[in-house]
């Protein structure tokens, strides 16, 4: 018997509706202490159907990883393709993840801040985070070379610049989307020298 097309799609509908579920559940009582009873009620499903789709809440939190982290590089993989200079893809880049973060604030300020030390078998989602950081990494190098950035460890710059704008983008309290301008400003003051 071969699965429909409607069927398909209601099933990505009961599974959204559980990751959002579960999404509020772990924020409000952290991985440790959730259950997949709360999750179930959070998601408006009984236990069985949630069993159905996850066998476990450790599986719950890795599928709303990987599906955030997922959607995050689908958006940025066209800026990525195009061939722009290093500054000009980096400020792209941080744009687009501005604009992704701003459209679901709880599901990316919670997957930015994720527990570390969680042990799971499987880590489907940095597939994605990997890419995305490698990505980052190499266009800073670039931009080094290229004398778009300051001479500093592209590493380093990275943590400095990730950390900042994540800053403004899960803590500001601007009504406004970042902008170009926002990008420039925030490059500018942390690592552009002052006579570009």
Known sequence: MTTSRRQIEERKIRQERILSGALEVFKS??????????????????KATLYYYFKSKEEVFSAILENGWEKLWIGLEPIIAKD????????????????VIRSRP??????????????????????????????????????VRAEEFPEIDPKLLFKAIGGLFMGVVLMGDKTEPVSKNDIEELLNKLIMNPAQ
């Open 29 to 46: 009582r952290g991985l440790e202490n959730a259950t997949m009873e709360e999750i179930a009620a959070e998601s408006d499903f009984g």
């Open 84 to 99: 722009k200079s290093p500054r000009e893809t980096f400020i792209q880049i941080l744009l687009k993840i501005s604009e």
């Open 106 to 143: 709880g599901l990316y300020e919670f997957l930015f801040n994720a527990p570390q030390k969680i042990i799971f078998e499987k880590h489907p989602w940095k597939q994605y985070q990997n890419r995305l950081y490698s990505n980052l990494t190499v266009l800073l190098e670039k931009g």
